[in-house]
């Protein structure tokens, strides 16, 4: 068969996109278009061919007239090929864009010819004007990083940029782009880093977006609160990366934190002498409050220096023989060493020159605002003497609270307790719900007194939780809103008890702000916990594996199915983690960081509510996972089959429960 091309002209003519040629003698013409071209174009051959006159040149868009013109000055330097991209007017009046290759020749006769094919790039043009358009008039950042421990930035758009302020690069200076690039972590402040990777380390396990908000290190030092989305994605290359999509809510949330602030700061001057917050990002002191005290009074709303300006207050205020107890007290704040999970707010009392010259014993507090800012109330103690006087003002306490918290409406609620009696004062519709009751129940009740046995007989709550809150200071409720079809949390607060026991104790009460999105709450729901035991021990969130950055942690976890939802005491857990080892304080400290590294792995993987920790013991809660062990010992039929002899085979303690097992089987 002969292979040979006869037909190369008709090919060249229909089947070449855009095919024509370029005589690049003066004057420029066009000396040949093949039908492929007039169909594009829709000009007719007639139409386009001169030999003293460049007629292609007027299909060349006016705005583009001067990449055409550079583009023939190019081509005429002699043998190459070159390319460029504008815009012809086809003859119906629209136009399209093309990307003109041409190749330059010389005939024998000396002509110099360009062989040119164009490409109709239209629709990729109009598709990169589209998503500029949107980079340029959409206010969202845009970034795209690696799925690294320390995520690398691979791209970052315009408006990421001016939301973090990045400087124009000069020569010598240092460039602060290429630096936040190689580590995203620079630029989120340090005590957020830890949420930052929590989320990122959630995104990932579950393979869900989850969206929320993060304050962020801007390039002139200040800081921006920014709220988006997080997503896991594979890109082109086919490697996992993160993407994220944010808006700048920087106004939005001062402004939200001031009024905030202004309520609870109202609040606090009801009940504290003197209030001043610390600020350690800035290491400041300001002086926010100080009930008209002569001793402060100038001092109020002027940050000075932290650790100078306390150490004067209490060399010029507080007794001798305290001067070292409130040093150590704030010695101990300035160290972060406050605020462990689970611990009440720091407290202490002292004696002190009061405004009137009189040396009295104060109480003081550190409540935290946020991760940077705390602020230290204070307060008189009132003696013996003053008793009469303090109960007297017990009534217009309660009027003044009461007043005070019915201007909250985000759910809160607030409640007298005397001995053994409660008086509620006042709660928003939500926590109502929490007691069982509705508004218009809860309204008579503001009236009255009643025993708090009998008050919390319609909540689910048991008494020996209320009873451990009075004594404790602070604790969180779970219940269930049937207005939202969701199980929210109620956070109490709760004064502490006069040394006689006859002054009221007050107790506040507000929902928890959820840190999981709709998205996240969801995804938790459908995702189960599946436990493996028979063999290797292992765990599994969804269908994905469940890693352990600790090997102690996953076998304390072990410990806790292997006991089947018992509670393990701290010295328990010891003896079986540690067999060689007494308990002591060292072993102590060891297993607490073991439970605490238990407890941020199951935050990670938003499953933190399998595991219940009271007073030091932990248990697992079964109805809220899946497990192997649990299953066959229900004695279902079902399950019957699936202990072939082998149990928690990576950890030694596991034979007791094993021969339980082997003798159950033996005697089946």
Known sequence: MDNTIKNAQEIISRSISGFHQYILNDPVHVGYVS??????????????????????QSLVHAADLHIYTDFIQALQTGKQTHSCEYRLMKKDGSFLYVRDTTTVDRLSDGTIVGNSVLTDITELKNETVNLQFLNETIPC????????????????????????????????ELDYLEMCKDNIFLMIPMEERRRFALYLNRVYSAGVPIAGDITVLRCDGTRAHLFGWVTKCVNAQGDEEFQTVCMDITERHLARKANE??????????????????????????????????????????????????????CSLVAAEDCDKVRAFFSDFYQKKFYQPDAKPPQIHYRARSSNGEMRLYSGIFLKMDQARSLYCCRCIPDAQEADHLRSENLSLKENMQELVMRFTDGIAAFEVTDDLVTPLYASDNVC??????????????????????????????????????????????????????????????????????????????NL???QTANDKCSSDKRTVSIRTFGYFDVFVGEKPMIFRNKKSKELFALLVDRRGGYVSSEEAIAFLWEDEPVSPVTLSRYRKV??????????????????????????????????????????????????????????????????????????
Not at 43 to 55: G, I, P, T, W
Not at 285 to 303: A, D, R
């Open 261 to 314: 602030t202004k309520r609870y700061l109202k609040a606090l001057t009801d009940v504290y002498d003197k209030i001043f917050e610390y600020d350690l990002s800035k290491n400041t002191v300001n002086c926010l409050y100080t009930n008209h005290s002569p001793i402060f009074e100038w001092m109020e709303n002027i940050p000075m220096q932290m650790e100078d300006a306390t150490e004067k207050w209490i």
């Open 595 to 668: 439970a605490l590294r238990l407890k941020n792995t199951l935050e990670e993987y938003g499953i933190q509510d399998v595991v219940e920790a009271i007073d030091g013991k932990r248990r697992i809660v079964t109805q809220k996972v899946q497990c192997d062990l649990y299953n066959y010992l229900s004695g279902k039929e079902e399950y019957s089959q699936l202990f072939k002899g082998s149990y928690l085979s990576n950890y030694s303690w596991g034979e007791t429960t094993l021969a339980e097992l082997t003798g159950n089987l033996l005697h089946s």
């Open 35 to 56: 039908q492929n071209f007039c169909a594009l174009t829709g000009f007719a051959e007639n139409e386009l061919l001169h030999e003293s006159r460049d007629l292609y």
């Open 433 to 510: 719900e929490f007691f069982g009751l509705s508004k218009a129940q809860w309204l008579p009740l503001m009236q009255k007194s009643m025993p708090i046995r009998q008050f919390i007989a319609h909540s689910k709550t048991p008494y020996e939780d209320i009873a451990r809150l009075l004594k404790n200071g602070e604790a969180e409720f779970a219940y269930f809103d049937l207005k939202t079809e969701t199980v929210r949390r109620i956070k109490a607060i709760c004064s502490q008890k006069s040394p006689g026991g006859s002054a009221p104790q007050y107790i506040m009460l507000y």
């Open 513 to 515: 702000e959820d840190t």
């Open 141 to 172: 950042g845009f970034l795209k990083y690696t799925c690294e421990a320390q995520p690398k930035v691979t791209y970052v758009n315009d408006k990421m940029l001016a939301f973090l302020r990045f400087p124009e690069t000069k020569n010598g």
